[in-house]
């Protein structure tokens, strides 16, 4: 066999046989790494989330859901006691089943956020884009052979109200 123009035998060229352990001592050092695009620009963007949130006096301003209700212009959630008792409902629930998978709140919010973004680009006011997030999960629900009855379906709205109550969509009251 040839190697870099020389005849190669059983001795040469890293070649290696051994009756139990291969310990290897190379006299090149190993090369430096040099880091991919992508592991540039996730580096890049941790250091200024990591520096932005150093500087930035974190929004604990307390405010109602009503008080938010109000500032982004939503009707959907009249009448608001409904919501805040399937709040309360909704909220038990995601308590019990975060104890079978602790990613579940955050999970759910995930979607539901996406679904949001989503929703920014197709419709225009506060309550369609609610009505939206509503179909978008009663679709996916039916896709899913879910069998919801219609007192089911109607608890998706507790789940988005839900997360609009963690302050995971629109925006918060202005000062």
Known sequence: MMY??????????????????????YDRPLEPHIPSAIEKVLSGI????????????????????????DSNRITYFEPYDQYQEGYDLIR??????????PSCEKSIIGHVCSLYREALRKVETPDEIIGYIHSQLINALDADNAKLTLEEKGTVDFVVFYVFAECKIFKKPSA
């Open 46 to 69: 941790y250091r200024i989330a990591v520096d932005q949130s150093q500087f930035s006096p974190p929004d604990n301003k307390t405010y109602s859901i009503e008080e938010k209700i």
């Open 92 to 101: 038990a629930q995601i308590i019990t089943l975060s104890t079978i998978d």
């Open 4 to 25: 870099n123009r020389q005849q190669q035998g059983i001795e040469g060229n890293h070649n290696q046989q051994a009756g139990r352990d291969i310990v290897n001592h």
